[in-house]
């Protein structure tokens, strides 16, 4: 009977402890670190009791590509050879490797031209969405993240001198109508701001944005969850 009770004693410690540190890490303040470039691309980090841990990219894509073959050496040479059907028509169309590649890389050209833009808008459209139809419960729960060392450059670049100052004109009134009706729902705290006129082109490409989001472990789980759905019935995702 003792020793029942002394494996018991054990038990409730354990789960105790469990419970402790899951109250703690629940109460514990998470940063989420969001950025894009259009130099590298997306990437998120979280910090979490001191620690960051990365979300994207993940490393393992790198390493991958470095070793494509089996122990990261170079491929055999018999299997560099192509079959001896492709090598006795090499004219044919769906055997031209050479118009296969210059679509593929024209096609990949295009979409990275316009992804950034489309990208940038659809969360812009999608984040002021999910804001306005917070109210009670979840206003309280987004007025508690703090959203801060926000940092936006965007060169903005048009036919002629003319176009490029129209332009900014328009994406400076549509981001700050946007922005205005953000800030009622987050604390927005912007470390840099910047709409530059590109007339000559050369800062095409140099676009970023980045920003962190500091909120209680359990705050960030519940907004989450909340944008998670809100994000599903709006068919965003």
């Given at each position: 009977?003792a020793v029942?009770w002394?494996?018991l004693k054990v038990?409730l410690?354990i789960l105790l402890?469990?419970?402790?540190?899951?109250t703690?890490?629940?109460?514990?303040?998470v940063?989420?670190?969001?950025?894009?470039?259009?130099?590298?691309?997306?990437w998120a980090?979280v910090?979490?009791?001191?620690v960051?841990?990365?979300?994207f990219?993940?490393k393992?894509?790198a390493e991958?590509?470095?070793?494509k073959t089996?122990?990261?050496?170079k491929?055999p040479?018999?299997?560099?050879?192509?079959p001896?059907?492709q090598?006795k028509?090499p004219?044919?169309a769906?055997?031209?490797p050479?118009s296969?590649r210059?679509?593929?890389?024209?096609?990949?050209?295009?979409?990275?031209?316009a992804?950034?833009?489309?990208?940038f808008e659809?969360t812009?459209?999608?984040?002021?969405?999910?804001?306005?139809?917070?109210?009670?419960?979840?206003?309280?729960?987004?007025?508690?993240?703090r959203?801060?060392?926000?940092?936006?450059y965007?060169?903005v670049?048009?036919?002629?001198?003319?176009?490029?100052?129209?332009?900014?004109g328009?994406?400076?009134?549509?981001l700050?109508?946007?922005?205005?009706?953000?800030?009622n729902?987050f604390?927005l705290?912007?470390?840099?701001y910047?709409?530059?006129?590109d007339y000559t082109g050369?800062n095409?490409g140099?676009?970023?944005?980045?920003c962190?989001?500091?909120?209680h472990?359990?705050?960030?789980?519940?907004?989450?969850?909340?944008?998670?759905?809100r994000?599903?019935?709006?068919?965003?995702i």
């Amino acid at each position: 009977m003792a020793v029942l009770w002394l494996i018991l004693k054990v038990l409730l410690w354990i789960l105790l402890g469990l419970l402790a540190l899951l109250t703690a890490t629940l109460l514990a303040p998470v940063t989420a670190e969001l950025g894009w470039s259009g130099e590298k691309g997306t990437w998120a980090n979280v910090r979490v009791f001191g620690v960051r841990i990365r979300l994207f990219p993940r490393k393992e894509k790198a390493e991958k590509k470095k070793s494509k073959t089996p122990g990261g050496g170079k491929a055999p040479k018999g299997s560099a050879k192509a079959p001896p059907e492709q090598e006795k028509a090499p004219g044919a169309a769906g055997n031209d490797p050479q118009s296969g590649r210059k679509k593929t890389a024209a096609g990949q050209k295009a979409a990275k031209s316009a992804a950034p833009e489309k990208r940038f808008e659809l969360t812009l459209d999608a984040v002021r969405g999910i804001a306005g139809t917070a109210g009670g419960f979840m206003g309280k729960v987004l007025a508690a993240l703090r959203v801060h060392h926000i940092r936006v450059y965007l060169p903005v670049h048009g036919q002629d001198a003319a176009a490029t100052a129209l332009a900014v004109g328009r994406l400076h009134a549509v981001l700050g109508a946007a922005l205005g009706a953000l800030q009622n729902f987050f604390r927005l705290e912007f470390a840099q701001y910047e709409l530059e006129p590109d007339y000559t082109g050369e800062n095409a490409g140099k676009a970023f944005f980045s920003c962190k989001i500091t909120a209680h472990a359990i705050i960030m789980l519940i907004a989450c969850i909340w944008a998670l759905v809100r994000l599903k019935k709006q068919h965003v995702i």
